[in-house]
């Protein structure tokens, strides 16, 4: 898909405000292509990462599944659903919901990332749920600001055997992430924390590229 102007607007006001992400436009515009196509062919996003990363990962879909910016106003269809429902109360729910893209943070589930962590192995936190949850056609966005963080690793490798889509997010330096991802986003930062400050900006870009392109009905103008 090509991605509408006002979308690409968020990514040029990105790049003016940090211009040492100016490089990495093109990567930006594709991983939100990438995630666009897989949410109109009826996927879903999947997001992992570790420490702050983990809080990134769960800060990504906080933005994705719920409204960021826009006022997404659900369709008549769905509005429809709910008046037939036969809830007293479906007007009240209907102006309350919002159209979302479906993404899930494998970070989350405390019972289970402990279980697997003690009865399997901690690298495979990520990948059991990649597998159990993933279908071909699915994105998987990897955040590791080493690039290299073996439970990453593996649901990045689980991902590519089962037909998912690989994005990642990570720093400047060589990485075991590089050759596992379709769409990587190298931030020019070596430093743990540098790496995660530069993060943010992007997938808050991301985040609101996705949203312009899949819900800008709700917004006058554009």
Not at 33 to 47: F, P, Q, Y
Not at 83 to 88: I, L
């Amino acid at each position: 898909m090509t991605l509408k102007p006002f979308s690409l607007q968020v990514g040029e006001d990105l790049l003016l405000r940090y211009p040492e992400l100016a490089h990495l436009g093109g990567t930006i515009a594709r991983a939100v292509e990438t995630i666009c196509d897989s949410h109109h062919a009826g996927g879903r996003l999947l997001v992992c990462g570790n420490g702050g990363s983990a809080a990134d990962a769960e800060h990504i879909v906080g933005e994705l599944v719920k409204s960021f910016v826009l006022r997404r106003a659900i369709g008549p269809k769905d509005r429809g659903l709910l008046q037939q429902s036969g809830c007293d109360d479906w007007r009240e729910i209907a102006e309350k919901l919002q159209g979302g893209v479906a993404a899930m943070a494998l970070t989350g589930p405390a019972a289970l990332t402990t279980a697997i962590g003690n009865d399997v192995a901690a690298e495979m936190v990520f990948a059991q749920q990649v597998y159990v949850h993933g279908r071909r056609g699915d994105v998987l966005l990897g955040l590791s600001t080493s690039g290299n963080s073996k439970n990453v690793v593996s649901a990045l490798k689980v991902a590519r055997a089962f037909g998912l889509v690989t994005l990642g997010l990570t720093g400047s330096q060589p990485s075991r992430m590089a050759g596992l991802c379709d769409v990587i986003i190298p931030v020019p930062a070596t430093e743990t924390f540098k790496i995660q400050e530069l993060h943010l900006p992007i997938y808050h870009a991301v985040c609101l590229m996705i949203e312009r392109e899949l819900f800008s009905e709700t917004l006058p103008g554009l």
